[in-house]
T-cell receptor, first 113, second 111 residues
Framework: SAVISQKPSRDICQRGTSLTIQCQVD?????MFWYRQQPGQSLTLIAT?????????ESGFVIDKFPISRPNLTFSTLTVSNMSPEDSSIYLC??????????FGPGTRLTVL | QQPVQSPQAVILREGEDAVINCSSS?????VHWYRQKHGEAPVFLMI?????EQKGHDKISASFNEKKQQSSLYLTASQLSYSGTYFC????????????FGQGTELSVKP
């Protein structure tokens, strides 16, 4: 298994600002992903965080809005840029082990005013 | 592309059984099952990789029919702690670990 921590756990931000969310895994993992979840809804994949190269984004998500870094096998960041109230959501990172299992971090609850 | 889960919601009494189904229109490499309680992150239950594979975890088990692109989660002798929303996450062949999640099944276990 993998234990994942995220910082911050929650934040309230002003429109037009940016927030960077950090994700730390307690062991080396093969893949890391970023998801978004609206309250009461399912999880939507934002992007795959690739170690040492540009992230791979899903349809509807772009690098300028959600830049992602993954400098090593245990750490990744997601930045939500130029925020609007529509970006209010829970952002979760996940990590996939060598066995193919994916574990989620506790999430970051973002509110944009 | 999003898998379809059924039922959308189910209410049980303690000790009763339930089955949650997950169906995809795409060829699947694996199916992952999670339980999420309100205000918490999804908790990994199990992964199914091979066609026809069945797995068990305490009184929770699952099957995966690769040919039909379907998976089912079986909860037997339900406990109050089983309450939550269950999600299946499907990995399409060749997609490198990316999971597409179903809409969720809300399970409530009453005393």
């Amino acid at each position: 298994s993998a234990v994942i921590s995220q910082k911050p756990s929650r934040d309230i931000c002003q429109r037009g600002t940016s927030l960077t969310i950090q994700c730390q895994v307690d062991s080396q993992v093969t893949m890391m992903f970023w998801y978004r979840q609206q309250p009461g809804q399912s999880l939507t994949l934002i992007a795959t965080a690739n170690q040492g190269s540009e992230a791979t984004y899903e349809s509807g998500f772009v690098i300028d809005k959600f830049p992602i870094s993954r400098p090593n096998l245990t750490f990744s960041t997601l930045t939500v840029s130029n925020m609007s109230p529509e970006d209010s959501s829970i952002y979760l990172c996940s990590a996939m082990t060598g066995a193919g299992e994916q574990f989620f971090g506790p999430g970051t609850r973002l509110t944009v005013l | 592309q999003q898998p379809v889960q059924s039922p959308q919601a189910v209410i049980l009494r303690e000790g009763e059984d339930a089955v949650i189904n997950c169906s995809s229109s795409k060829a699947l490499y694996s199916v992952h099952w999670y339980r999420q309680k309100h205000g918490e992150a999804p908790v990994f239950l199990m992964i199914l990789l091979k066609g026809g594979e069945q797995k068990g975890h305490d009184k929770i088990s699952a099957s995966f029919n690769e040919k039909k692109q379907q998976s089912s989660l079986y909860l037997t002798a339900s406990q109050l702690s089983y309450s939550g929303t269950y999600f299946c996450g499907t990995e399409i062949k060749g997609q490198g670990g990316k999971l597409i999640f179903g809409q969720g099944t809300e399970l409530s276990v009453k005393p």
